[in-house]
């Protein structure tokens, strides 16, 4: 059998880390995966013991581990789509940056997860400089929320001008496609802000869906987006059926745990 006929499902790969309550991170990736269709391997870069209520406590994996996860994957699969979640400091940072500059598995999508919903620290603050220096140059898409693309950009963020303007500076830094996600801005109506390679703009909106179940929203659109492109989307195709896929996850949200529930993904 040739390698065509062997690898003819399409595959992604998750570089992330777990929730041990199942509604964000790796968690969330395979989930939406497999709702899209795709095929999903997973790198473990930390596991967090973890509910809808916060993180308890969660600890990196060691660097050899991360290695020999990356390199089973790529004696085996054809990836054609990957991502970044939490990757805990600025030596995880680099030690995937490593494995990302080693293998192609194609286009990577940089979910730059900080801070947990709950206030838990998912990156180290002297990691935001790695992430900026060795991270975006990799980065086919980059999809912050406000406060990560505040801390990225150095910029503070209250206008939709900001928002376009903080997204300009995450393509100076090397990200080629950048999604700013607006749900942070408190208002009726959230709206991201897409800057596509080609230097097209648009903006995405919906009115907000008033609930606190909304935990590993961030992890689903990227998931989404990067199961999209492993299946052959543009990159302006993905991230609009990934806010369509977020939208409906949302608004048809299941009722588990006591705090910040997961989305459904059956809806
Ligand atoms: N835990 C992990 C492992 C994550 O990757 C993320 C988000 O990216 C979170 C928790 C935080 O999820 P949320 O901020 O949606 O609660």
Redesign the pocket.
């Known amino acids: 059998m040739t390698e065509e006929m062997i690898n003819t499902f399409p595959q992604t790969l998750t570089i992330?880390?777990?929730?041990s309550g199942g509604g964000?991170?790796?968690m969330a990736d395979l989930k939406t995966m497999q709702e899209r269709h795709v095929f999903s391997t997973a790198v473990i870069v930390?596991v967090?013991a973890?509910n809808t209520l916060g993180?308890q406590d969660f600890m990196a994996m060691p660097k050899q581990l991360i290695d020999e996860q990356f390199a089973s994957l790529a004696d085996d699969f054809a990836i054609k789509a990957c991502k970044t979640?939490?990757l805990a400091d600025a030596e995880h940072v680099h030690i995937v940056v490593e494995n990302l500059r080693k293998y192609d598995f194609g286009p990577v999508t940089v979910?730059p997860?900080m801070i947990?919903?709950?206030g838990a620290a998912?990156l180290a603050d002297d990691a935001i400089e790695t992430v900026k220096t060795e991270l975006l140059p990799l980065a086919t898409i980059v999809t912050p929320n406000l406060p990560e693309a505040e801390r990225l950009t150095g910029m503070t963020i209250k206008t939709a001008a900001d928002m376009r303007a903080s997204a300009v500076k995450l393509r100076d830094l090397g990200a080629l496609n950048v999604v700013i996600k607006g749900g942070h801005n408190g208002s009726d109506e959230v709206s991201d802000f897409v800057l596509l390679a080609d230097g097209a703009e648009f903006w995405l909106s919906a009115p907000r869906v008033d609930t606190i179940r909304?935990?590993?929203?961030?992890?689903t659109l990227s998931s989404c987006i990067t199961a999209e492109l492993a299946k052959g989307a543009s990159v302006e195709a993905a991230i609009r059926t990934a806010k369509d896929y977020v939208e409906a996850a949302i608004r048809n949200t299941i009722q588990v745990g006591h705090g910040?529930g997961p989305l459904n993904h059956w809806a």
């Open positions: 992330a880390g777990t929730d964000a991170g790796v930390a967090t973890q993180v979640g939490m979910d997860v947990a919903k709950g998912l909304t935990h590993g929203t961030g992890d910040h």
